[in-house]
């Protein structure tokens, strides 16, 4: 039997380990929690027994968790998705434990236990499926507005289930009286924070803000949480109800996003302590002896919520197309199943067998989830016969757009980044066609009189349509990696000679950009470092002239598009460099000896030379390899030294 201490470090070790194992596979760290705590729990290697400290400590990662959703808990955002949440969001729940509870009947279920599955199986992973949205830039499309919309609905419907849960553990006779008497104590509790606690809390946080203490805002963020969730365990209501008011209370005052950030460290590790103790439960032995059933609600869960979600999509009026993809992104298990599942065992409303097999069943789903999402476009272009009619329509306005366009831009995202430089190109007659995936920002801008076209740009389909083959250049100017990595991956099989740029949101991610072949990669913080530190300089007294060329000096290091200068007549004087890196064009006449040889063979890095682009048919191609061959009437531009140019043009021209 291990020690506190020796139970916390080994704890930590294997959290540790499994997490970076599970985030290097993209792979939700619950997952790796889970893992841990099956591992080491008393159905296998036993070297972390549970104990009450443990389990009462882990209760508080689901009191944290539900003070965030509280926090996240806004009537006005609920408002503009009203139809979504309280339409299709709450169908999908009532329709998901109803569906359960009769099947559960069927199978000879109690129908207690039957309705704790359902409303387990219900919930779907608001931080999977979250990411995923946001990674493939779909949050603002219409699957995943519905999608955001079910799963605020699904984090509401925990708080009432949390109430109901304990009620459904009394004896029969006294059901009735102590849901209604549960019932009468949340609206009582809910009356009185939202009525007094508002206007209060605001009051007493500008208090606390005021004394400048980091240490007292957090002491006082604690004691908020901690102390309605007593108080509403004091009233026989659950530890997590409490914590849901508390974030509720805070997210109408302007400490809110202060409270996240400073409460999410506690969340984060108390939670995965929680689900370290979900893994405890687990007998792996158990869950190989009932395969069959995990397998069977497994397949029943993803068939279950895919029919539900898909009818009540349509039933509210969505194409076919974007009910089977909500279908598709919902009908895998979430992170809250565990917490509603821990609650039951704790109540002892569901057999241990099947617990085993609810438990394994969610862990598979969610695994899976990431997977079904990657083939979902697959799956509803081959089944949603009118999904082909509705991509040529898009694809049809996005031609449209860029019919009549030549040597133009295409410029993937419309966001501010992409508006700033459609400005800039406006300015220097420069034709753009700008692809974005919000079609209230294609609406409004389209109706200003910009290029913009609903459409994604990291279809191979919607860059033809946008005219890539007739594009001059290609500029990526969101910030999700994985999504740019795709939009340069079918530029390039397009159009290998196309230049394209891309934008990074960290340094990072620039050597991934510029491994996958974007030109250039403008990193943001660079940037803003760069025009802080000429800010300030300028601001201190330092030159102008010297600040520019301080900065021409770090974008020459950073950028390949930078590097060097076509030197000319009134190039000289104050802080010309007669050594520095400078540019030359060489024209490629027909008949030379060079005509037809690859760069490599020229060996120009001997003279300290480089091949910044070759102009080709009209067309700039930049950082072109090694295997580049040249041909007649090419411009090759080399970046070097005086003298080292001379040698490399001799070698070019004389072969």
Known sequence: MLNTLEFVVLLLAAAVVMVALFRSMNLPPVLGYLLVGAIGGPHALNLMQESAGASHLAEFGVVFLMFSIGLEFSLGRLMAMK???????????????????????????????????????????TAILSKLLADRMELDSRHGREVIGVLLFQDIAVVPLLILLPALSRPADELLFTLGLAALKAVLLLLLVLVFGQRLMRWWFTLVAKRRSTELFMLNVLLITLGLAWLSERVGL???????????????????????????????????????????????????????????????????????????????????????????WLCAGGEFGFVLLSQILGLDLMPHGLAQVAVAALVLSMLMAPLIVQISDRLVMRFVASEWLMRSMELTRVAAQSLNTEKHIIVCGYGRSGQYMARFLEQENVSYVALDLDPERVREAGAAGDTVVYGDA????????????????????????????????????????????????????????????????????????????????????????????????????????????????????????????????????????????????????????????????????????VETRIEAGDVVVLLGGPSGLEVAEQRLLGG
């Not at 009947?105 to 236990?113: E, K, N, S, V, Y």
């Not at 939670?271 to 497994?298: C, H, K, Q, S, W």
């Open 83 to 125: 139809r979504i949440v309280f339409g299709l969001g709450l169908v999908q729940v009532l329709a998901s434990i109803a569906l359960v509870t009769v099947l559960g009947r069927l199978f000879g279920l109690g129908w207690i236990a039957s309705f704790a599955l359902g409303g387990t199986l219900a919930m779907s992973s």
């Open 238 to 328: 659950s530890l997590a109800l409490g914590a849901f008011l508390a974030g509720m209370l805070i997210s109408e005052t302007e400490y809110r996003y202060q409270v996240e950030e400073d409460i999410k460290p506690f969340r984060d590790v108390l939670l995965g302590l929680f689900f370290v103790t979900v893994g405890m439960l687990l007998d792996v032995m158990e869950i190989l002896r009932n395969l069959p059933a995990v397998l069977g609600l497994l397949l029943g869960l993803l068939v279950v919520k895919f029919g539900i979600v898909f009818a009540a999509s349509r039933l509210f009026g969505s194409p076919p197309g974007t009910s089977m993809r909500s279908g598709l």
């Open 458 to 625: 990291a279809r191979r389909e919607t860059l033809m349509a946008a005219g890539i083959m007739r594009a001059s250049a290609l500029v990526v100017s969101f910030g999700e990696v994985e999504a740019a990595l795709r939009v340069i991956h079918h530029a390039h099989a397009l159009r290998p000679d196309l230049p394209v740029v891309a934008r990074a949101g960290d340094e990072a991610d620039m050597e991934k950009l510029a491994q996958a072949g974007a030109a250039e990669v403008v990193p943001e913080a660079f940037e803003a470092s760069i025009m802080l530190a000429s800010h300030a300089l300028a601001l201190i007294g330092v030159p102008l002239k010297r600040v520019v060329r301080r900065i021409r000096e770090i974008r020459s290091q950073r950028y390949a598009l930078m590097r060097g200068f076509f030197q000319g007549s009134s190039d000289s004087g104050e802080g010309m460099d007669a050594n520095e890196a400078r540019l030359r064009s060489v024209s490629v006449p027909p008949g030379a000896a060079v005509v037809g040889r690859a760069l490599g063979e020229m060996k120009l890095d001997e003279c300290g030379v480089t091949v910044s682009a070759v102009r080709r048919r009209g067309i700039r191609a930049l950082s072109p390899g």
